[in-house]
């Protein structure tokens, strides 16, 4: 895996990428033995630390993921996990940084409902902050296509350095092309409906935050938007995505636009785009 200079060099002399890898093939084998709907809705019966209702898939994902978690630990690294199910973990870092934050399904009522946008998503960071992630990576299942990150180093989809994006577009009464929102349960459509025919002539919902995030990075939309505040396990490892492609990100609540927390509250929207000028208009819709 390249490491850029400027990158924690520390936190990075470890397999982050194998160990990425190695845990989407574990998701893929838990998808695999739950081929159908009515497999992948069972509950375990109880919450995750995130909240939501715990899936067997989520538990089975999770596992796989700290199994690789765990080895890297046994081979020196030490870190806190915070992850979706289990919360915080203390891997040796005495519940400090390094941060590792998991999503182990980005898109879980995708995957319950056989859609094909659903993700794992893995943030490596050496402070507590979105500002902070030195590695992301994001194994997006529908397409099979792999995006990671290094804070200064770029990004690589599929394991090539991504081309560089094309410009945003936008139609000729000056508004976006094409959006992609997030979070879009009904009431926040609604309340967000009169600003979007603003800022955007189509949106797209697809389910993923993660994904949606990683669309940004190759303007495969012009811009993204959560209508309601998201968790840093949904969006840490895509944000950096983002911003190694030469895109713009900002976290609207807070101090700074990357100032947004590594923890398990839904702390802020977060709005994504090409240009200044699209981040701006994005910001401005309504969020829950």
Known sequence: MPVA??????VLRFDWLGAGRRAGEGLRRVLR????????????????????RTLVIDAAAEDAVFAELEALHREGARFTAVSEERG???????????????????GSMNAKRGLPSHALSIAVADGPTMADVVFGYVLD?????????????GVFLNGEPLPPAPPERRRRDGRLELVAVESADPRWLAASSDALVDVTGRVRALGSIAI????VAATRV???AT???????????AQLVVRESGGLVAFTEGAGPLTAPLDLEPRSPVVAARTAQALAELATLPSG
């Open 88 to 106: 915080f973990v203390d891997l040796g870092a005495d519940g400090g940084p390094p941060f590792v934050v998991v999503d182990p399904i980005d």
């Open 141 to 153: 299942l529908g397409p099979e296509e792999e995006w990671y990150a290094i804070r200064g180093g």
């Open 222 to 224: 012009d811009g993204m």
């Open 33 to 52: 033995e739950a081929p159908s709907s009515a497999e992948r809705i069972l509950e375990t019966g109880v919450r995750g630390k995130g909240g939501d």
């Open 5 to 10: 200079p400027e990158a924690s060099a520390e």
């Open 227 to 237: 209508l309601w505040r998201c968790r840093a396990v949904d969006a840490a490892a």
């Open 212 to 215: 949606s995030l990683c669309q």
